[in-house]
């Protein structure tokens, strides 16, 4: 299958061909967990799951986005959702990835909340937890 793999640690943007298998995803990303971003026009971000809780001294924005810790793959989907071949062009992220370094700019602390849902799953005492939960990570 062919990808574009995003190599923060060498500041590389190169299309590779690769198995279309979770594990080599793994393998080639570095990570255990991956998670997938919507790039829109049928085309996902495959990032490390737990990258800004690892150590990672690398990392990318697209345009317009936040930092991403870690090596990335630029993946094609269809319409249910599989894997496909990537079909955007090579050099529309070539010119659109910045690469960071973490030791210079850190990303910022990841702060966990938990915050009990009272008096029932309603939506509204369900959107009174997510209000609280937002104020208590502010704090």
């Known amino acids: 299958m062919k990808v574009i793999f995003i190599d923060a640690v060498n500041r590389t943007v190169t299309e ?17 967990l991956i998670q997938m971003l919507d790039l829109g026009m049928h085309h ?47 050099c529309l992220f070539k010119r659109n990835v910045e690469f960071i370094d973490l030791r210079v700019h850190p990303l910022p602390q990841t702060r966990f909340v938990a915050v009990p849902i009272g008096g029932g799953l309603s939506a509204e005492n369900i959107e009174k937890a997510k209000a609280e939960a937002v104020r208590q990570r502010n704090d």
């Open 44 to 90: 996902a971000l495959c990032v490390d799951e737990e990258g800004k809780l690892r150590d990672w001294k690398s990392g990318f924005r697209l345009s317009g986005s936040s930092t991403l810790a870690g090596n990335a793959l630029i993946i094609g989907t269809t319409d249910d959702g599989d894997f496909a071949n990537c079909r955007a062009p090579l």
């Open 16 to 32: 590779i061909q690769i198995e279309n298998d979770l594990h080599v995803f793994y393998g080639k990303i570095g990570c255990r």
